[in-house]
């Protein structure tokens, strides 16, 4: 069993700062991806940032030179440093995990909210 517990969520105005962090547990494969993912009211989820076991990072393109992720694989913990914070970031952001072997592995978090106030 693979358990997600996001943290750092909240309210902030807008050219503000937050950080979040997810720590992951459980039997989880050594080589994954951990990342972030969003979901505003009435819209599809959406890729925010995910970062390989071996470092390699994805952006969305919305967010790139704001956001920062990061990730130790020591305490199997996944962040995302945000800043210059706009109210279109106001979102649920969902923590994730996975991995493609054998077949593809994906798992949750129960999500956080961030609202970013104009």
């Known amino acids: 069993q693979v358990q997600l517990v996001e943290s750092g969520g909240g309210l902030v105005q807008a050219g503000g700062s937050l950080k979040l962090s997810c720590a992951a547990s459980?039997?989880?494969?050594?080589?994954?991806?951990m990342g972030w993912y969003r979901q505003a009211p009435g819209k599809e989820r959406e890729l925010v940032a995910t970062?390989?076991?071996?470092?390699?990072?994805n952006y969305a393109d919305s967010v790139k030179d704001r956001f920062t992720i990061s990730r130790d694989n020591v305490k199997r913990t996944v962040y995302l440093q945000m800043n210059s914070l706009k109210p279109e970031d106001t979102a649920v952001y969902y923590c994730?995990?996975?991995?493609?072997?054998?077949?593809?592995?994906?798992?949750w978090g129960q999500g956080t909210q961030v609202t970013v106030s104009s």
């Open positions: 994730s995990v996975s991995w493609p072997v054998p077949s593809l592995h994906r798992y």
């Open positions: 459980g039997s989880i494969f050594g080589i994954n991806t």
């Open positions: 970062m390989t076991t071996g470092g390699r990072k």
